[in-house]
């Protein structure tokens, strides 16, 4: 270890725990094949840190990327059908791999799969929450995925970065650390590596578009994890995983990768369930003012401020709240159904009882039903 220059460098991770830790596709499989060596050093890593008290939970890609080949699919399949079987596929031969290898350190894996409903769903997700805290307990890892095999687009979380942002509130983890072949964001001009990010900052210009060979978020998804798990108070890492012992640097404090601290304000307990629900129903896209007034001014959303709707929803639901020039700044939920509000849209409040024949209430999203994502 290069203890000379680290304490002048110590990253400070408080008291963190329990950790999770999301891999990615990019980084256990290339060109359709597991990588158990990269798998094996995990499992060394991993095994370390858990011996020093750390408590570890995985959330893993690469069950498509594991298994589209031995479909006889020259490369990864985009028809949802397809890549349900890949995954099938690769899924058990992924956790024989992760079995075998953190065997060798006398640990065993469980595997949890996932999908959208086991977090939108009270119940499925307090039984998920038990079922991982009596696998801590009894020092076991567990590794999640989504349950790709049998969901389809719309039952999905869609990536793993915001899956593993999810699990951070489904098991109260204290830090996220998204391993993946990139080594955080990093300045255009000279390539050097930001280390530290505060949440809601603009860091949109280090953003590349750019997706990785297997995987299916890119940086900007990570970034956007981050964001969501600042919202139960929880810091966020991306590192490149392909590098032995990231792991465990990470852990004992080197200043490793981006580290994307929350902002001091935290979620009361209901705005975090509406942030944690994994999925918008639709969208409304509102006017310059409206953005303004609701990401500066703390109010709430009128009809006036709307310009379109997207989507068919109840009451109740979750919906995204998008700026004219197509950035999702909020979420929230709705007071009124999707053609309730188209028909509001634009209206001024004395307006809505001739619309509609009646008034609930006057604003569309409540602020106190509402979560700013920046
Ligand atoms: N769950 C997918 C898989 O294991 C990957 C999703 C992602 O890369 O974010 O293949």
């Known amino acids: 270890m290069r203890s000379s220059n680290r304490a002048a460098t110590q990253r400070q991770l408080g008291n963190a725990k329990r950790v999770v830790v999301k891999v990615g596709s990019a980084v256990v499989a290339g060109k359709g094949r597991l990588r158990p060596k990269v798998v094996s050093i995990l499992a060394r890593d991993i ?17 498509v990327a594991a298994g589209f080949r031995l479909l006889g699919m020259p490369r990864s399949p985009t028809a949802v059908v397809e890549r349900q079987a890949a995954a099938s596929i690769g899924q058990h031969r992924l956790m024989a791999t992760f079995a075998r290898v953190f065997g060798r350190h006398r640990v065993h894996v469980a595997q949890l799969l996932m999908s959208a409903e086991d977090i939108d769903n009270r119940r499925r997700f307090l039984s998920a929450r038990h ?3 009596m696998l801590l307990a009894r020092g076991v890892v567990p590794i999640i995925n989504e349950n790709d095999a049998l969901s389809d687009d719309e039952a999905k979380v869609g990536d793993n970065d915001h899956l593993a ?9 204290d830090l996220l650390i998204i391993l993946s072949r990139v080594r955080g964001l990093y300045h255009e001009e000279d390539g050097a590596v930001i280390p530290r990010v505060e949440v809601g900052s603009r860091v949109e210009h280090h953003i590349s578009s750019a997706v990785s060979e297997s995987g299916v978020g890119g940086m900007a998804a990570k970034v956007s994890a981050a964001r969501l798990a600042s919202h139960w108070n929880v810091p966020t890492i991306i590192a490149d995983g392909t590098e032995p012992t990231t792991l465990r640097r990470i852990l004992a404090g080197e200043p490793i990768g981006t580290m994307f601290v929350p902002r001091e304000k935290k979620l ?7 942030a944690v629900r994994a999925k918008s129903r639709g969208v409304i896209r509102v006017d310059n003012g409206a953005r303004i007034a609701l ?9 006036s401020g709307i310009l ?4 068919r929803f109840a009451i109740g639901s979750r919906v995204d709240v998008q700026d ?17 509000i188209r028909r509001l849209r634009g209206k001024r409040i004395a307006e809505i009882e001739g619309v509609l024949g009646y008034v609930y209430v006057k604003e569309i999203v409540h602020r106190n039903d509402m979560v700013l994502l920046i």
């Open 47 to 63: 095994s370390a840190v858990q011996k020093q008290g750390f408590e570890v939970v995985l959330v893993v890609s690469g069950a």
């Open 131 to 133: 079922t991982l805290q």
């Open 165 to 173: 942002a999810m699990v951070t509130s489904v098991v109260s983890a």
């Open 268 to 274: 009361t307990a209901r705005k975090k369930w509406i």
């Open 295 to 303: 990401s500066r001014k703390g109010a709430s959303l009128l009809p």
């Open 308 to 311: 379109d709707v997207e989507g």
């Open 324 to 340: 004219e020039s197509g950035e999702v700044f909020a979420v929230g939920l709705v007071s009124y159904a999707a053609d309730d």
